[in-house]
């Protein structure tokens, strides 16, 4: 049953929130098991995730079918938070998109993060945007991704339309282009909510309201304590307050350093090995079946005890 909940309602609720863009624990031949998923997204909102976004980038959804992404919807929705549903880069095409855009809501999405498309032209760009609006009648959050970024004058048009809600930029670590688009947004009255892994606590800085990023798709809490810490800066203008975001803001500069590096594609399987070693995917469904052949598993010890590390000091 497709949620209610309007655009300010749903802005409102992510505003200072951390949604956490969720992986899709797998085997390695790529099946799930719905189970598993329910009991991972479960554990990610008991860390403070406040909104789940399924079958996006991180949890590898233009590689699942419309079928499984409306069931792990489904179960995201049982939770109580807002769940965002990622919609683009089907290996089927845009048909597709625009058939999994319809089941999201009725599976209970309460909006859609919208990947850049892969026809580039401005009035192709908009009306992707605008179809995927109409098929599905939810708020959509536009996104701006390093891998396909989109020109500022692109960008503006599609920050313009009237069914965009929110804006997630994800430029990794391009900081101008970072700094400019969050402008833009704001300027507009949009919810800023940074995707921006390797750059959380300045594009916070910059006015990002909020954070939707696959570096929450383990060790919540880290993240989660970044975006709680600068709120309360924000609020109460106290010295300690600040100086606290500063220190989470390290840390998970630290975490990020080790899991979002080259190959950058292989950050999903790291984040799936901090999952394992936290517990909240069992080994078996701890596999990303679409991971760079050239990601060395040599990596993970070191992932792994330097997310260990920042976890405890964020606890202190």
Avoid at 110 to 136: G, K, N, Y
Avoid at 147 to 167: H, I, K, M, S
Avoid at 193 to 199: A, H, P, S, V
Wanted: glycine share 8%; net charge negative.
């Amino acid at each position: 049953m497709a949620n209610t909940r309007g655009p300010a309602e749903l802005t409102g609720r992510l505003r200072w929130s951390l949604v956490a863009a969720a992986a899709t624990p797998m085997r390695a031949d790529g099946s799930t098991d719905p189970d598993v998923c329910e009991a991972y997204f479960g554990q990610l909102v008991r860390g403070g995730a406040g909104g789940l976004a399924v079958a996006a980038h991180t949890g590898r959804g233009d590689r699942l079918s419309i079928a499984t992404k409306a069931e792990l919807v489904r179960r995201a929705a049982t939770l109580g938070v807002p769940v965002l549903a990622g919609v683009g880069g089907s290996a089927e095409g845009p048909d597709d998109d625009l058939e999994w855009a319809a089941a999201a809501g009725a599976a209970g999405a309460d909006a859609l993060l919208v990947f850049p498309p892969t026809q580039t032209e401005p009035d192709a760009v908009v009306s992707h945007h605008e179809a995927i609006a109409q098929a599905s009648g939810l708020p959509l959050v536009a996104f701006d991704l390093y891998t396909r970024a989109y020109p500022p004058e692109t960008l503006a048009r599609v920050l313009d339309l009237p069914d965009v809600c929110a804006f997630k930029p994800a430029r990794l670590h391009d900081a101008i282009a970072c700094q400019e688009s969050i402008a833009a947004a704001r300027s507009r009255g949009l919810l800023v909510l940074t995707g921006e892994d390797r750059m959380l606590g300045a594009s916070l800085m910059w006015g990002a309201e909020g954070a939707l990023i696959g570096l929450a798709a383990a060790a919540v809490q880290i993240t989660v304590a970044a975006v709680e810490t600068f709120a309360a800066a924000v609020h109460t203008s106290a010295r300690d307050a600040a100086a606290r975001f500063l220190e989470v803001s390290a840390i998970v500069d630290e975490v990020a350093r080790v899991t979002f590096r080259p190959p950058y594609e292989g950050y999903v399987q790291r984040m799936l090995w901090l999952a394992a070693d936290e517990g909240t995917v069992p080994a078996e469904f701890a596999v990303d079946p679409y991971r760079p052949a050239d990601l060395d598993d040599a990596e993970r010890d070191e992932v792994v005890r330097v997310a260990r590390q920042c976890r405890d000091q964020v606890r202190r």
